[in-house]
């Protein structure tokens, strides 16, 4: 990555489907969360009730290789690309805040001063939306950082979107299917 790059976001990541021979752990994280949003989704309740969510993206891995590396304040659907869900799961065991930094702080979408701050604690999941209501970031983390990253797709928002990037002849990437259990 280059330095401007570097400056926005530290870490390092790779995407994997889940059924790859080393990553089965992983396809079965996918499978829980690909579950939890089937039953939100089907229960069409609250906000989930505008939404129709049938596809996501692959796992994203992240790793924060430590030397304050963080992720600046964004939002990672300011775009209307179908991203409406973001799943995060954390796999840093003794993790402590005063010690590692990288929490991730979530911001409201009024900029009242409230803000979330969660841990990246072991085992932990964590869903919020993927627009603008919450803009979040990775604060400098002094320790190696580990999440995996799932997001769900509104099929209406992104068919839009994939209508969009065929009509500006752009790489639309690969949707998967959801498979609860």
């Known amino acids: 990555a280059n330095s401007n790059s570097k400056l926005i976001r530290g870490d390092r990541i790779t995407w994997v489907e889940g059924n790859e021979q080393i990553c089965c752990n992983i396809g079965f994280l996918i499978r829980i969360l690909d579950s939890i949003i089937t039953r939100c989704n089907n229960i069409a309740f609250g906000e989930f009730q505008n939404y129709r969510i049938t596809r ?6 992240a790793c924060y290789p430590s030397n304050f590396t963080k992720y600046v304040r964004h939002v990672d659907n300011p775009n209307n690309d179908g991203r409406c869900i973001t ?3 954390y796999l840093n065991k003794d993790y402590n805040r005063e010690r590692d930094g990288g929490v991730l702080r979530l911001f409201p979408q009024m900029n009242n001063g409230i803000v ?3 841990e990246p604690r072991f085992n932990r999941v964590i869903f919020f939306w993927s627009d603008r209501r919450n803009p979040h970031e ?3 983390s002094t320790r190696m950082r580990f ?17 969009k990037y065929r009509q500006n002849s752009m790489h639309c990437p690969n949707d998967k299917d959801l498979v609860p259990f």
């Open 56 to 61: 996501r993206t692959k796992a994203m891995i």
């Open 87 to 89: 799943s995060i799961y």
């Open 116 to 118: 979330a701050d969660i």
């Open 138 to 140: 990775v604060m400098p």
């Open 147 to 163: 999440a995996i990253t799932v997001w769900y797709f509104d099929a209406n928002e992104r068919e839009r979107a994939i209508q």
